[in-house]
């Protein structure tokens, strides 16, 4: 049951126009697919979603760029979140996300989930296990896709489930198009004990080629990730209207992002796998056909 609109007070000197503002500045910012997002989202929800986005790439920043003690500084940013679930806005992100939490009824955990995620990455740079990483991407993937659907309307644990899978999939083929990337910056994402298992060593994750047992490590993941981004794909057909494009843009990006894995044959250490604009723009011509002619393939 959503809330009757109510207004949050607004930090001094910040309108809630204002800061919806700021919000869609940041979302457009950060966001590649922010404009394509904002067209296939209701227009009285644009605002709400931009609020919704413009809070993680703030906790996310907290967590990969901030100076000093982040942990402390992701305390802090917790405060200011429990300060807008009460109705206090401090500064324009939360001034706007106050706003969209009374008009939607939206609770405190999905939130808290993205700052706890942040405070993961502060404690950790390798995962032991894949129960491990899956533990990581409810936290920092699965909240956006359940906030997503509360916004529309929708809050039973059938959604919320397809949801995760579909948040964890896409999370997961990021990791694996990121291999290289993510080690620059200190981090490894695949499972530690299923590195060993497949002969897989840090030194070999460092090399400008992956040999063939990484190939083989990887093939692993890319499968295992398309069995969750089939596991997700029902829930486009227990939506409606634009948020139904919106869902299936979104697995058949991160499906497309494992075919871009395929081909470059599972070496994601000699260039990141990427998907053209090209094809972005053939994938989502033909999803919209596809959703119109009833072509699309979800069950």
């Not at 899956?134 to 949801?163: I, K, Q, T, W």
């Not at 291999?179 to 030194?203: H, Q, T």
Request: net charge neutral; with cysteine; hydrophobic share 40%.
């Amino acid at each position: 049951m959503v809330n009757a609109p109510t207004r949050a007070a607004p930090s001094v000197g910040t309108s809630l126009e204002d800061a919806f503002a700021e919000c869609r500045r940041a979302a457009r910012t950060h966001y590649e697919n922010f404009t394509v997002l904002s067209w296939l989202t209701p227009r009285r929800l644009r605002p709400h979603r931009a609020a919704i986005y413009a809070y993680c790439r703030a906790a996310d920043d907290l967590g990969d760029e901030a100076e000093g003690d982040r942990l402390v500084l992701l305390d802090r940013f917790e405060e200011d979140l429990a300060a807008a679930i009460g109705g206090e806005g401090r500064g324009p992100i939360f001034t706007a996300l106050a706003e969209t939490i009374a008009r939607f009824d939206l609770p405190r955990e999905p939130f808290a989930r993205l700052i706890e995620a942040n405070r993961i990455d502060q404690r950790t740079t390798r995962h032991a296990t894949f129960a491990d990483l899956l533990h990581y991407c409810e936290h920092s993937a699965n909240p956006v896709g359940r906030l997503v659907l509360m916004l529309h309307g929708h809050r039973d644990d059938e959604r919320f489930a397809l949801s995760d899978a579909t948040c964890t999939a896409l999370q997961l083929a990021n990791f694996w198009q990121d291999v290289a990337r993510d080690l620059a910056k200190g981090r490894i994402y695949l499972p530690a004990d299923e590195m060993e298992r497949f002969g897989v060593s840090e030194a070999d994750l460092g090399a400008s080629r992956a040999g063939e047992r990484v190939q083989d490590l990887v093939r692993f993941q890319v499968e295992r990730t398309r069995e969750l981004f089939e596991r997700g794909l029902p829930l486009i057909d227990r939506v409606r209207g634009r948020l139904k494009v919106e869902l299936a843009l979104f697995s058949r990006g991160g499906l497309a992002v494992l075919d871009a894995i395929c081909a470059q044959d599972y070496d994601t250490l000699r260039g990141r796998p990427t998907v053209s604009r090209r094809e972005k723009r053939r994938l989502i011509a033909s999803t919209i056909i596809d959703l119109a002619l009833g072509r699309g393939r979800w069950t």
